[in-house]
């Protein structure tokens, strides 16, 4: 199981960024993303709505110790972060890690107390660069899936894209082929 752990959740601040960051742990193969900082029952019935129309079994929720949840999760943790070592030379590593283990991805907002980097088993950067979380997030799954994620399905979708080289092609459930 890969849970992403959302750090400092502001509602007004980060209202679109933090439910990107599930729609993309969603997409590209984690299982469940839980956040810290304030409670936001409007983003969690928003990645559940679009879980329901979409399918799959993703699981949102909201903690209110992040210290807690990093500390009890039994796993691998691996913090996304600006000043970690390059993916691309841990990556691997971190696969043989987790064939046995569930992983949990730490992704920031605010500025990430210093602890975090401490309770991780690894800090792992993209590009020893700024950048955004979801970018840094997506990348990493895609890099630990070796590009797999790209094709995974999902159960009990309402709705599906039908690839089209134009414009936009969605089928519901009614019309999918069984």
């Not at 993303?33 to 129309?53: A, H």
Request: hydrophobic share 35%; proline share 3%; charged share 25%.
């Amino acid at each position: 199981m890969i849970t992403t752990l959302r750090l400092s959740h502001r509602i007004e601040r980060d209202k679109r960024i933090s439910t990107h960051c599930a729609l993309v742990s969603r997409a590209l193969g984690a299982d469940k993303l839980i956040f810290t900082g304030q409670n936001d029952s409007s983003m969690i019935k928003s990645v559940e709505s679009v879980v329901n129309r979409w399918g799959g079994n993703f699981q949102i929720e909201y903690s209110s110790s992040w210290k807690k949840t990093i500390k009890s999760f039994e796993g691998i943790k691996v913090h996304l972060t600006v000043y970690g070592m390059p993916v691309e030379k841990e990556i691997q590593k971190i696969r043989n890690a987790t064939k046995q283990k569930d992983m949990m991805i730490i992704i920031g907002s605010a500025k990430v107390p210093p602890q975090v980097y401490q309770l991780s088993d690894y800090n792992i950067s993209i590009a020893n660069q700024p950048h955004s979380e979801v970018a840094a997030l997506a990348i990493f799954l895609h890099e630990y899936f070796e590009g797999k994620e790209l094709n995974k399905t999902f159960s009990e979708e309402k709705i599906k894209v039908i690839p089209s080289e134009r414009g936009k092609n969605v089928k519901n459930s009614q019309e999918l082929p069984q």
